[in-house]
Nanobody, 120 residues
């Protein structure tokens, strides 16, 4: 079983910065992709940013240039640095991890989410 636990987030005024992290644990053979998604009230969950096994990064157009995704391979930890935040960034942010367990079963796991609120 793979566990995904987010931390960070919080509340900030427009233009401010927040960060979030995601710790992944369990019997993992290989992680294929790690990413952040978000869901605002009344809206569908959307991809914010992700890192592929080969190192490629994808960002949603709305956050490109403001958010930075990074990871610590040794610790299986994913980070999201959010700068110049806008009220439209208010949402619950979820970490998603996909890969293979030590017994070579595929997994696609989600964390419990962390709230980001941007308001004046």
């Amino acid at each position: 079983q793979v566990q995904v636990v987010e931390s960070g987030g919080g509340s900030v005024q427009p233009g401010g910065s927040l960060s979030a992290s995601c710790a992944v644990s369990g019997s993992i053979f290989r992680i294929i992709a790690m990413g952040w998604h978000r869901q605002a009230p009344g809206k569908e969950r959307e991809l914010v940013a992700q890192i592929h096994h080969g190192g490629g990064h994808d960002y949603a157009g709305s956050v490109k240039g403001r958010f930075t995704i990074s990871k610590d391979n040794a610790q299986n930890t994913l980070f999201l640095q959010m700068n110049n935040l806008e009220p439209e960034d208010t949402a619950v942010y979820y970490c998603n991890v996909a890969g293979y367990t030590s017994d070579l079963r595929s997994f696609n796991s989600w964390g419990q989410g962390t709230q980001v609120t941007v308001s004046s």
